[in-house]
């Protein structure tokens, strides 16, 4: 039965709207691939274009696997359906996908998202994402795959005592975000690879060095403040980031530097801090005390003293005296006006491990599988992919009403993929308007009736 909606929506209103729509955004997206070269020498029974719809499709409609796509796709309601929905004309078989994508350097994606950002950007959606007048880039990273016995030459590798390899890879990735709102939106991914050393933070800090300048040229003018942990409050990491033009909110561990710590206890001796408490509601809405402490222009480290920074601590007791601190320095000039606004802006740098890194590895994305590791690229071509698909699916929950009243119909994120997933398997579909209308609400039934081969 057709589900009953509130009664001030009315189903036939429920439309597309011209942009921020799947089709629209598919639309883009495949504007944005025909743009990029194909390097296969020879000719082949698939289009590029084709391959690359394919590999997007496979975490649009989140197949748990790659095999699994591959058993799907030979079904022609799914052929029908992956032709009306993503334009792919004809599937291809995981042999060439794998082989294709392998070869496809996951830096030639980079554009879609970029196309992707600019139209959010025409139609003001980007702007509401604008926090103390620049946009909140939060950076970290996480493992993409692990194994002991498969590996790639970009893999990077962990030695045990006991003789074993683990193989595994790592993606530094930078995401816009907002305090006041769920939704986030990934916009660059840097693989952490082999070369990079074999100590963690020389691998992100050294991707760091590539993705930073790589941001920077993907949007030129868009005004950014970088959100890092401690590992990143070093000079050459700050000087880079102001070469480039971006703003700072670093986290900051007591024990990073001797020397800002000391002029920072200096400075509470001599009563030259700003400092101090008000009542307020924690993320919970649960009555707290704020309490501030915020210092301007203090040496970073004894070696930079030249490097100044700005300095603010934040502590949180709630109403049984348990108590928060957190520390960041910043290049931001601090006051009492603004330290409520900053200390909200570098608490947001979590929501890169909630709502976006949980999000793919919990709620249907599969971030942590293996859909295909190859010699060269394709394990970082796939989690790109997989990443153009997250935006877009982010995109879509906060803009097309069609969307939201889908999802809506679920508790959960995973729930509504495996229904949207096997509707796809399932029926014959003209359109996304008619699948997401399905899932709104509801659709005819009819008899099951076996497909028997022709034998005359």
């Not at 045990?160 to 530094?172: A, F, I, S, W």
């Not at 060269?376 to 929950?397: G, K, N, R, S």
Request: net charge positive.
């Amino acid at each position: 039965m057709p589900i009953k909606l509130p009664s001030m929506v009315d189903y036939k209103s429920l439309h597309f709207r011209k942009t921020l729509s799947i089709p629209n955004l598919l639309k883009i997206v495949r504007t944005s691939f025909d743009k990029i070269a194909d390097t296969r020498k020879k000719k082949s029974d698939y289009e590029f274009i084709d391959i690359l719809m394919s590999g997007l499709a496979i975490f649009g409609l989140k197949c748990p696997s790659l095999l699994d796509f591959h058993e799907k796709q030979k079904e022609k309601r799914v052929k029908h359906n992956l032709k009306q929905l993503y334009g792919i004309n004809e599937t291809p078989c995981n042999t060439q996908l794998g082989n294709v994508l392998d070869k496809t350097n996951p830096k030639e994606l980079r554009p879609v998202t970029v196309d992707v950002i600019q139209e959010l950007q025409r139609q003001g959606i980007l702007e509401s994402y604008r926090y103390l007048n620049y946009m909140l880039i939060s950076l970290d990273a996480t493992g993409s795959f692990s194994s002991n016995t498969i590996s790639c030459p970009q893999c990077c590798e962990k030695h045990h005592r006991n003789g074993k390899v683990t193989y595994y890879h790592q993606m530094l990735i930078a995401t816009i975000v907002h305090p006041n709102k769920p939704t986030v939106l990934p916009l660059l991914a840097e693989p952490i690879t082999k070369e990079d050393g074999a100590i963690k933070n020389d691998c992100e800090l050294s991707a760091a060095k590539r993705l930073i300048p790589d941001l920077r040229k993907m949007f030129p003018r868009l005004k950014m403040t970088i959100l890092v942990d401690s590992l990143y409050a070093n000079d050459p990491f700050i000087k880079m980031l102001k070469y480039h033009g971006f703003k700072f909110i670093i986290r900051y561990k007591q024990g990073n530097t001797k020397i800002l710590m000391n002029e920072v206890h200096k400075k509470m001796q001599e009563n030259k801090t700003e400092e101090f408490e008000e009542q307020g509601k924690d993320s919970k809405n649960n009555d707290v005390v704020h309490g501030y402490r915020s210092i301007n222009g203090i040496s970073l480290n004894a070696e930079h003293k030249d490097t100044k920074v700005n300095y603010l601590d934040y502590w949180e007791i709630d109403s049984d005296g348990k108590e928060k601190n957190f520390t960041w320095i910043t290049d931001m000039t601090l006051s009492r006006d603004n330290v409520f606004r900053v200390m909200r802006a570098g608490r947001s740098r979590w929501k890169i491990e909630n709502e976006t890194f949980n999000t793919l590895k919990n709620l249907g994305y599969h971030f942590e599988h293996n859909y295909g590791h190859g010699k060269q690229y394709l394990a970082t071509v796939f989690t790109t992919l997989m990443l153009l698909a997250f935006l877009l699916d982010q995109v879509q929950e906060l803009c097309c009403c069609v969307f939201q009243a889908a999802r809506d119909r679920f508790r959960s994120r995973t729930a509504f993929w495996e229904k949207l997933r096997s509707s796809v398997t399932e029926h014959f579909i003209e359109n996304w308007q008619i699948l997401y209308n399905a899932i709104i609400y509801g659709h005819k039934g009819g008899a099951l009736e076996p497909d028997y081969p022709d034998t005359s």
